[in-house]
């Protein structure tokens, strides 16, 4: 495949931008590859700058599920941007997806927009902090809750790609308030909640782990975390900025029925454009700033393009079967995957919980950030560039998850399944 175009971006690109990238597991460093410049993409697929065309699994991360360039997101999009682009002052808008949110999630009462997941988890563990007038935070090894102070403790997703233990930058100060747990671990939250509770301002947790790969929560994790935390008086915060409108309309929370104090949301309901949202119990949010005393602020929030892209894309959320059909078609693309690798004898663990999929090798069940450290990561490196090779555009890192689009048909899911079966095949051959 001719990259050339891509590597001489990348090259110019790294003279002026850090790394050559504005996030950093976009750099494919950890798969010894350049990463491909995009010049357009539409429905399921991504075009790169030399013209390849890729049956795309990375969404931009999570919020492409109805597939790129949606014709009823853009044409959102484009009416809001014949009003103007910014105002700095409240618009229609945000009162309907504030109220479309509310709608689809029993837990939120009130939401409060921001412009990216870092911003709503950041604001989330100061709104815990500000009640509970308490410092602790309780997050669990491989999650990943974007990229504030607090939260880069033992995180998941590019931290954990690259390696990094922590983060320079990060003042001990900051870090030593957070305490990182494995996950699925119901024992280990237990002890210390038992030991110091009432120091533990909040749990935060991706309630469908997809930050370290797909990792789904073991029977009863959830409602012990809620039992915990309503007995020691600290704050459960779920962070659905991935899993809010991905594995169902209402989330993970409305999958597992556990209803949390707070929610982090961002990804889907921005629509492609960067929207997070932060909400949850009317007795906490009536605690941020300009109600409360909690301070939290933005000069895009609420953002009318941002806004109409969102509610485009909730609106075609709501259609029957909308969620069923992209569940069967995961199933399939689970299926056929598991069956090619167990065909060609790889160990491999694929798994999925609505559209967000997983596959890690290795032969041991996956239930926590250790167990998806024990991954062949040069078998991941040699299965990226070979999907790749084959025109087919996952994640360049182990520990990240794959997610369907609405606009993934049955024929590029085949046509995944057969690449896959090819990669494999060329590893024992
Ligand atoms: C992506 C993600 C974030 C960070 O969101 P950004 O918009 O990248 O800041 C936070 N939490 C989870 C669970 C995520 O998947």
Redesign the pocket.
């Known amino acids: 495949m001719d990259v050339t175009q891509s590597k001489s971006l990348y090259e110019r690109a790294t003279k002026s931008i850090p790394g050559g990238v504005n996030s950093p597991v976009r750099a494919c460093k950890s798969v010894g590859t350049c990463p491909l410049f995009i010049d357009r993409a539409d429905g399921c697929f991504i075009f790169d700058a030399d013209g390849n065309r890729f049956i795309d699994y990375i969404g931009s991360?999570?919020p492409m599920i109805l597939g790129h360039r949606h014709p009823a997101v853009v044409d959102a999009i484009t009416a809001a941007l014949e009003r103007g682009t910014s105002f700095g002052a409240p618009t229609d808008l945000e009162i309907r997806l504030a109220e479309m949110v509310i709608d689809a999630v029993p837990s939120v009462e009130i939401v409060r927009m921001v412009n990216?997941?870092?911003?709503a988890?950041m604001s989330a563990i100061r709104l815990a902090r500000g009640v509970t007038g308490r410092d602790l935070v309780i997050k669990f090894d491989g999650?990943?809750?974007?990229h504030a102070d607090t939260l880069l403790v033992a995180a998941g997703?590019g931290v954990a790609t690259l390696g990094i233990p922590g983060s320079p930058g990060v003042p001990e100060d900051i870090a030593h308030h957070t305490l990182s747990l494995p996950y699925n671990d119901i024992e280990a939250v237990q002890q210390v909640m038992d030991e110091m509770g009432d120091q533990v301002a909040c749990i935060i947790i991706?309630p469908v782990a997809?930050?370290m790969g797909l990792v789904p929560p073991g029977e009863g994790y959830l409602q012990a975390l809620r039992d915990l935390t309503q007995k020691h008086g600290s704050v459960l915060v779920f962070?659905e900025?991935?899993t809010g409108f991905r594995v169902a309309y209402g989330g993970a929370q409305s999958l597992y029925n556990i209803s949390p104090d707070l929610s982090?949301f961002?990804?889907v309901i921005g629509g492609g454009l960067p929207v997070?949202a932060y909400g949850g119990k009317k007795e906490l949010m009536s605690q941020i700033a300009p109600e409360g005393g909690v301070y939290q602020a933005g000069t895009l929030s609420g953002n009318p393009l941002a806004m109409a892209a969102g509610i485009a894309t909730l609106e075609q959320l709501q259609q029957p079967g909308f969620y069923e059909d992209l569940a069967t078609k995961s199933d399939d693309l689970v299926a056929g995957l598991a069956e090619v690798a167990k065909h060609a004898g790889i160990a491999a663990q694929v798994d999925h919980v609505g559209s967000m999929i997983g596959i890690f090798f290795t032969d041991r069940l996956v239930a926590n950030f250790e167990d998806a450290k024990t991954c062949d990561l040069d078998r991941f490196t040699a299965f990226y560039q070979g999907m790749r090779e084959h025109g087919i555009y996952i994640a360049p890192s182990q520990f990240e998850a794959l997610f369907l689009s609405a606009a993934h048909a049955d024929e590029h899911i085949d046509a995944t399944i057969d690449a896959a079966r090819q990669v494999f095949e060329s590893f024992s051959a």
């Not at 990216?116 to 911003?119: N, P, V, W, Y």
């Not at 999650?143 to 974007?146: A, D, E």
């Open positions: 991360w999570g990216s997941g870092t911003e988890a999650c990943y809750h974007g997703s991706e997809g930050n962070d900025v991935m982090c961002g990804k997070g």
